[in-house]
């Protein structure tokens, strides 16, 4: 329950909003469509809302990662609330009575309501066919590009104050929704102007870059003063003062264990930032660590659980096995797939565990030798799923495909486990 109260919040916010203005806004109005306008004032007031815990949560506040389940789900809210915001914004913008006013705070409207579009269209450009194709961006741009959505978001309550509104002619609410937009605004500037002045970053060394197989590096980085203070699974955000390329920050999956003197991350390569990185990093080289973050973590789970890992997914379970320092009170099955037998990683690793600890079930799968992994092979092996606490990591296809087939087998959503590493 505590994971789901941040959402909860942030919609409780918007219900408050709906209400004051029932019980609080203006009374009458001089225009015959003073109830329509009410109604868009409700909308545009609660985009705007959304909009400014948007701005809070992209500040990454670790305070408040417990209450979204981690900062991946923090990162999802993010994201979620943001479009929410824009639907709402058009919704606005479609019942909104139309006036003769005219003046720099309509002006303003018709060139934050495009701009927004465009910002929420590059966002999910990746993920929508048609759109990929012609609104491509790397990482680092549209990540550049993001930062004016602070921007735009003053812009938005410098025309929402300067279109003549109701609800300045409303106190409490006024009072309500200016206070929340404040919080966003200076959330905005914190993060533009403090946030990289007053970010605790730990210095490491890069100690070794070993390649473990054609597509994936294993990067050794050595503490300085202080050590990264992480759980099992977590990741962490690092750069590199190698050069300019390297110095952007990315996050990772640490796959060491805490007590291990070495912080060790196991790369992929699959994009050019990360292809990059195994071609030029060099042992000497220093790294700088913000974090950990995250949520994910098997001690919280049940007594019986099923671990699914596909490809570079495993490292949260290496990391895991690497803590576990005894046999564990929990009945574990580990699923490990890869494409091929050479794709797998941690082979000799992975079968000592299952020998030391009569607790962990090992069972491996190549799709070109066993076929693809599914839940009926997982039920076959291990038993029925319901009962069970389920946890994935892989490509995003694999465990949506998963997490279908194990809601469809019963398992309660609140019981299978997953972490979200697209934050665009």
Known sequence: MKRNLGN??????????VLLWIFFGPREGKSANFPVQVVAETLSS??????????????KPRLLEPYFGGLDRMYMTHKNINMVALLTI?????????????????????????SLLIMVLLTIAPRVPFISNFARLTYDKWKNL????????ILGAVHMVMVEPLILHAPVMMAYVGTLILMGILAYLYKQFLWEKRR????????????????????SLQPGASRLAHRAGQ????????????????PFTISSAPHEPDLRLSIKSSGDWTQYLQDHLQPGAGAFLDGP?????????????VWIAGGIGITPFMSWMRDLGGNPPQQIDFYYTTSTPEEMLFAEEIQQAA??????????FHTSRDGRLTVEKIIAGSGAAAGRDFYLCGPPAMIEAFRAALLDEGVRGRNIHYEEFNFR
């Not at 909860?8 to 909003?17: D, H, K, T, W």
């Not at 973050?293 to 659980?305: M, P, S, T, W």
Request: with cysteine; hydrophobic share 45%; proline share 4%.
């Open 235 to 250: 990741f962490t955000y690092v750069h590199f003062d190698s050069d300019k390329t390297l110095e952007e920050s990315h």
């Open 146 to 153: 993001h930062r004016y959505m602070g921007v735009l978001f």
């Open 90 to 114: 058009v919704c606005h913008l479609i019942i909104v009575p139309s006036s003769d006013n005219q003046g720099p705070g309509v002006w303003i409207g018709w060139v934050v309501f495009p």
């Open 293 to 305: 973050y995250g949520g994910f973590d098997y001690k919280q789970g049940g007594a019986r659980q």
């Open 355 to 364: 020998e030391i600890y009569p607790n962990l079930h090992v069972h491996i």
């Open 8 to 17: 909860l919040f942030i919609g409780g916010l918007v219900a408050l909003n």
């Open 46 to 59: 609660s985009a705007m809302i959304l909009w400014a815990c948007g701005l809070v949560l992209s500040n």
């Open 200 to 219: 605790k970053l730990l210095p490491y060394t890069v100690k070794a870059v070993r390649k473990l197989n054609g597509a994936v590096a294993e990067v």
